[in-house]
């Protein structure tokens, strides 16, 4: 079975913080993206990456980084947390142009 | 315009019921079609895949594609309690020769299944 582990489940920060979500997929699928979920707003692609190195912005890249240094760990910086960051993010990895495995994803509350 | 537009619900029915969900698209060049399922506080799972247009069946769940319509539809027969979740369309282009395609998600339409 395909599995994409997110580090942390939960996670309470400061505005201002600085924020790093990893991600690892153990199925050496080439693609990985970053959703963020939110309530009347479904899924919506943060950035994504088709190979080390590599990464394209999504449709919300505002306030976001990526790295993806190794083939299967990609991560999520924010960079000063703020309020409106507060959501469900989910990790996801694919091979090319086929379905997304997605993990268990981390619900982050900035204060 | 979203390109992917999906009924939020809520829905719920009884037990037993047949359930049927539906997303309709705006991008005719949308080739791959999934329903995922995502229970509370856990990420979404992969439910069904197609790629073309009619019926595919596993066990109590059959999706339906209309690529002439740009319709996709989700049917769930017999329906349990355990069937409650958030059930999410999406789809993604023919990438060709390229390595990447990113899915578009409809809203997700929540499902209640109570006994």
């Known amino acids: 079975d395909v599995k994409v582990t997110q580090s942390s489940r939960y996670l309470v920060k400061r505005t201002g913080e600085k924020v790093f979500l990893e991600c690892v997929q153990d199925?050496?699928?080439?693609?990985m993206f970053w959703y963020r979920q939110d309530p009347g707003l479904g899924l919506r692609l943060i950035y994504f990456s088709y190979d080390v190195k590599m990464k394209e912005k999504g449709d919300i890249p505002e306030g976001y980084s990526v790295s993806r240094e190794k083939k299967e760990r990609f991560s999520l910086i924010l960079e000063s947390a703020s309020t409106n960051q507060t959501s469900m993010y989910l990790c996801a990895s694919s091979p090319p142009a086929r379905e997304l495995f997605f993990g268990e994803g981390s619900r982050l509350t900035v204060l | 315009q979203k390109e992917v537009e999906q009924d939020p619900g809520p829905l719920s029915v009884p037990e037993g019921a047949i359930v049927s969900l539906n997303c309709t698209y705006s991008n005719s060049a949308f080739q791959y079609f999934m329903w995922y399922r995502q229970y509370s506080r856990k990420g979404p799972e992969l439910l069904m895949y197609?790629?073309?247009?009619g019926n595919k069946e596993d066990g109590r769940f059959t999706a339906q594609v209309d690529k002439s319509s740009k319709y996709i539809s989700l049917f769930i027969r017999d329906s349990q309690p355990s069937d409650s979740a958030t059930y999410l369309c999406a789809m993604n282009l023919y990438a060709g020769g390229t390595s990447y395609g990113k899915l578009t998600f409809g809203q997700g339409t929540i499902l209640t299944v109570h006994p």
């Open positions: 199925m050496d699928h080439e693609n």
């Open positions: 197609t790629y073309s247009s």
